[in-house]
């Protein structure tokens, strides 16, 4: 920081996100529930395929079966004969 202070130069936000994005290591990413007062902050859920973040497990696998079905499962369409009269109860 001292560097761009001394050389009296602006640089444009973009630049400066490119230089720090460009080298992976030369950052750390931390994603977490800001915690509520004397508790501890409520867990995250990363869906696999994509490792997007979620606040309940419900909504990460809700994501994952609508948009990452078939990367889990072989969907195939099949024609089923068409059963006419369904009768479970019996006189």
Do not use: C, W
Request: charge should be negative.
């Amino acid at each position: 920081m001292d560097r761009l202070r001394s050389t009296v130069r602006t640089y444009q936000l973009f630049e400066i996100a490119n230089l720090i994005l460009e080298k992976p290591e030369r950052y750390v990413l931390v994603i977490q529930n800001k915690a509520k007062k004397n508790e501890s902050p409520a867990p995250l859920y990363y869906s696999v395929p994509d490792n997007l973040p979620f606040e309940t497990e419900d909504a990460a696998v809700n994501h994952v079966l609508t948009n990452h079905l078939g990367g889990f499962f072989d969907i195939e369409e099949m024609e089923m004969p068409f059963v006419k009269e369904l009768n479970l109860l019996t006189s």
